[in-house]
Every structure is written in structure tokens, then in C-alpha cells.
């Protein structure tokens, strides 16, 4: 029976993906000297936030998930950020892959609301790993689950993220809105002859009294 181990070892921006896209170095480790043929992986990964320390300012801008400081020792729980699937080709002894974890600017995201409320440092993830290994041996092929308490975990620095959106959205954000709501946006924006959906936005800021910068 194959005996493997999981480690993180760095993460790159994917340049050429169809979306933003954190490429994750993972090494995989077969500690039996069995010799494994293909793995069809699956990642669940959660970021740990309870095991980081935040700023002023940090606190501020994750109330909306985790609610007022004094809550979160209650409030601050591992929460699933994304999953990946990957299949691994015939090795022995050690190999590395590339996990391709999608990253999105989506507000409605409690993963994008988290990261994007972060100002610099580190933040804890834990990726929890399942699927099916195929491996060779005396007895011939086996087919065989990975066991349910593999994981790995990994401290990615928040500017790992960051390169990511801002290579694909320079400056920029999402946000979803209702229809009705774009719709009385665009009437907005043409009465007052405004060429950007972001100068609307500006103009009623300013028209509320509020500083849009």
C-alpha cells in the first residue's frame, strides 16, 4: 500500500490562464518505496484565519464577515476558500505538480472579502486531500483511496494573492448588483452625460457628501 505525504512548496502567478489563477507547488512523497502509477487527486483548501494576527484596520474591514473584535473568539473558524482537482502521473519516491487555484475579486465571496481585507503578512491555509492513488507491486495493480487524514498546511503571503488579481484586474474590483439597480446606474450616468460606470459612482458619492478617494 503506497504511503504518501503532501508538502507545499511555493506559489507562482499562472500568466497565461483563461482566469486569475495561483499556481501552488505541491510535493508529493511515497515513503514505502512503492511505486505509484497515476493519483486522481482532489483539494479541499480552507484558510485557518484564527491563527493569524490583524491589524487595526484589518479588524475593521473583516466586521462584516467575523463581526466586532470581542466575537471573534467565537467567530473566527476555518472556512473552505476554493477546491482543486489535479491528476498525478507515474512516479517513485517523490514528485512535484502544480495546483491551479482560481482566485476571484468577487465581494459576494467570503474568500475574496477575507483576502481583500488583509493588508500584508501571511495567511494560514490547511488543504485537506482525498481521490484515488493506482499503484504497481507484486500483486499487481491496485487500486487504492488516499487516506482521509492527509493534509498540508501552508502559510501564503497575501501578496501571493495580490500579484494574482492585479496582474489580470490592474486596480481593480468586482461588484454583483441587482439589475434593477445597473439599470437606474446607466439612466444616472447618461443624464448626467458621465462617460464611466466608476464616475457615476464617484458623482453620488460626492452628491451624499462623501469623499469617493
Known amino acids: 500500500m503506497p504511503d504518501l505525504a503532501f508538502e507545499?512548496?511555493?506559489?507562482?502567478?499562472?500568466p497565461y490562464a483563461a482566469v486569475p489563477?495561483?499556481?501552488?507547488?505541491?510535493?508529493?512523497?511515497?515513503?514505502?518505496?512503492?511505486?505509484?502509477?497515476?493519483?486522481?487527486?482532489?483539494?479541499?483548501?480552507?484558510i485557518e484565519p484564527q491563527l493569524r494576527r490583524y491589524s487595526t484596520d484589518e479588524e475593521e474591514r473583516l466586521q462584516e464577515i467575523f463581526g466586532e473584535?470581542?466575537?471573534?473568539?467565537?467567530?473566527?473558524?476555518?472556512?473552505?476558500?476554493?477546491?482543486?482537482?489535479?491528476?498525478v502521473g507515474s512516479f517513485t519516491d517523490s514528485?512535484?505538480?502544480?495546483?491551479?487555484?482560481?482566485?476571484?475579486?468577487?465581494?459576494?465571496?467570503?474568500?475574496a472579502k477575507y483576502l481583500y481585507g488583509l493588508e500584508s503578512g501571511e495567511f494560514p491555509l490547511v488543504r485537506l486531500?482525498?481521490?484515488?492513488?493506482?499503484?504497481?507491486?507484486?500483486?499487481?495493480?491496485?487500486?487504492?483511496?488516499?487516506?482521509?487524514?492527509?493534509e498540508a498546511n501552508y502559510r501564503l503571503p497575501v501578496s501571493?494573492?495580490?500579484?494574482?488579481?492585479?496582474?489580470?484586474?490592474?486596480?481593480s474590483?468586482?461588484?454583483r448588483l441587482r439589475l434593477d439597480t445597473i439599470d437606474s446606474l446607466r439612466r444616472y450616468k447618461v443624464a448626467q452625460a458621465l462617460p464611466t460606470?466608476?464616475?457615476?459612482?464617484?458623482?453620488?458619492?460626492?452628491?451624499?457628501?462623501?469623499?469617493?478617494?
Open 95 to 111: 514528485t512535484e505538480v502544480s495546483l491551479p487555484v482560481q482566485c476571484t475579486y468577487d465581494f459576494e465571496v467570503a474568500g
Open 21 to 46: 489563477t495561483l499556481s501552488l507547488r505541491l510535493r508529493i512523497e511515497e515513503r514505502s518505496g512503492t511505486r505509484v502509477q497515476a493519483i486522481a487527486l482532489r483539494v479541499q483548501i480552507r
Open 197 to 213: 460606470w466608476e464616475q457615476a459612482i464617484e458623482a453620488l458619492f460626492k452628491a451624499a457628501g462623501e469623499d469617493p478617494r
Open 173 to 175: 474590483g468586482w461588484l
Open 69 to 87: 473584535p470581542r466575537q471573534w473568539g467565537e467567530s473566527l473558524r476555518p472556512f473552505l476558500w476554493t477546491q482543486v482537482a489535479t491528476t
Open 160 to 171: 501571493a494573492w495580490r500579484n494574482v488579481l492585479n496582474q489580470y484586474f490592474p486596480d
Open 129 to 150: 486531500f482525498n481521490g484515488t492513488v493506482f499503484s504497481s507491486g507484486p500483486a499487481g495493480m491496485q487500486v487504492e483511496p488516499i487516506a482521509w487524514h492527509l
Open 8 to 14: 507545499v512548496t511555493g506559489a507562482d502567478v499562472e
